[in-house]
């Protein structure tokens, strides 16, 4: 059984995420019960060279039942499409097929994809829809809800973007079973995220199905998608542009994440080994902050937390990586006002605020 999410934001159209074993096979038909969509033809599908030969097919096939025209774009796999080159290339490759205001965008694929083509959308004709076909554990749990969109500049990652809400998201379950085991344990880290940051009954069901959820069960893999993006809808109503500093807590345990992940040099270690690893170095900054009487809640937090990362396959990284040049890359972060760094601290689930920590500290957290 499919389950659905309504995201409703300020200021938006709301938007359902249909979480489901089976359901790009009604995408079309889903679309087609948008009100606006009602007399849309053409879409224009992007997806990658890795994801596009397994579902491209099946989505189109979905899509002309319905009546519509379809077209495909098939981008390289991988982080280095999502730049300004490529997107130029789809505005005039929509151009050229006489896209008008009148059509949709549909982002099959993974994160890259989905900031991708969301972008594209927003920016062609000063903004058409998007729909959201999330294939990965990540951008089914993440990415595709929300809205942010970009693509990256040779200068820093998403630095040019927008934030453009899909009108529809169809997570179908069933795309995960080609998934290598690398990226099933990306989504795993942003699933801990979530848990720890929404609530003791996320957190807990969590822990009592981490083991399921790492070996896969198809059950268990919907509950938490389902989990995350209830948990993700209700941040993103509260601050729609990362405007009221309520958003930022999406980025518990990235700003180490992402400095690990730059100085071994992109690729060498997944995106969520290395969030995972921030995580546990967010609660160990915690734990260094915190008043004498209130440590031993922190440090009973923090092995809770590790537990479930162990349980999700996410081990303690050895990234061998020196103090000094994590401290410098993470100077590099968004969230840097004027060289301070600033943390996503967890004292204990679903208890987090954004503290500015001095450099002697976080070197001294980080056994420098
Ligand atoms: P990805 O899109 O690169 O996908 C990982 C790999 O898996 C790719 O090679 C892809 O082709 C392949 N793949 C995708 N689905 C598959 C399937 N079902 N079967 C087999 N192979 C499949 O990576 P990702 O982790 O999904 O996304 C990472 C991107 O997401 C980053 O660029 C990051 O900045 C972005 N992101 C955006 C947000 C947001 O809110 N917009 C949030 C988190 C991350
Ligand atoms: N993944 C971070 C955000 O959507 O804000």
Redesign the pocket.
């Known amino acids: 059984m499919a389950t659905k999410v309504i995201v409703s934001l300020p200021g938006e159209h709301d938007y359902s995420v249909r979480i489901g074993s089976g359901i790009i096979a009604a995408l079309g038909c889903n679309l087609r019960e948008i009100e606006r969509f009602s007399t849309i033809r053409d879409v224009l599908v992007i997806t ?4 596009g030969p ?2 491209l097919a099946q989505v189109k096939a979905s899509l002309s039942q319905a009546g519509f025209k379809a077209a495909d774009i098939v981008v390289p ?3 280095n499409s ?1 730049s300004l080159e490529i997107a130029g290339e789809i505005w005039s490759a929509m151009a050229q097929l006489g896209m008008g205001r009148d059509c949709v965008v549909v982002a099959l ?7 991708l083509a ?1 972008y594209v959308a927003a920016s062609y004709m000063r903004g058409v829809p998007v729909v959201q076909v ?3 554990l ?2 089914m749990v ?2 595709s ?2 809205g ?3 693509v ?1 500049l040779p200068e820093g ?2 630095l040019v973007g927008a934030f453009w809400q899909p009108s529809f998201v169809c997570a179908d379950t069933d ?6 085991d690398r ?1 099933w344990r ?2 795993c880290g ?1 699933v801990a995220k979530s848990a720890v940051i929404d609530s003791d009954d996320f957190f807990f069901w969590l822990t009592n199905h981490a083991h399921e959820l790492a070996n896969r069960d198809s059950e268990t893999t919907q509950e938490a998608i389902a989990r995350c993006v209830v948990f993700k809808a209700d941040v993103v109503a509260r601050d729609k542009t990362e405007s009221e500093g309520v958003r930022e807590c ?1 980025n518990y345990g990235h700003t180490l994440g992402h400095a690990i992940e730059s100085c071994a040099s992109f690729g060498t270690f997944s ?1 969520g080994a290395c969030v995972a690893e921030g995580m546990r170095f967010a609660a160990r900054l915690a734990q260094s902050v915190a008043p004498e009487a209130g440590r031993g809640a922190v440090e009973a937090f923090a092995e809770a937390q590790a537990e479930l990362l162990d349980a999700l396959g996410l081990e303690s990284l050895n990234h061998g990586l020196s103090p000094e040049e994590l401290l410098a890359a993470m100077k590099h972060d968004k969230k840097v006002r004027s060289g301070e760094l600033r943390f996503v601290l967890v004292d204990d689930i679903a208890s987090w605020r954004v503290e500015t920590l001095s450099d002697d500290l976080v070197l001294a957290a980080l056994g420098g």
């Open positions: 990658d060279s890795d994801v397994l579902y796999a991988g982080e999502k694929g993974g994160g890259v994809v989905g900031d969301g999330p294939t990965t990540l951008a993440d990415s809800v929300g942010k969109t970009a990256n990652k998403n795309t995960l079973a080609t998934l290598p990226e990306c989504g942003e999406l995106h």
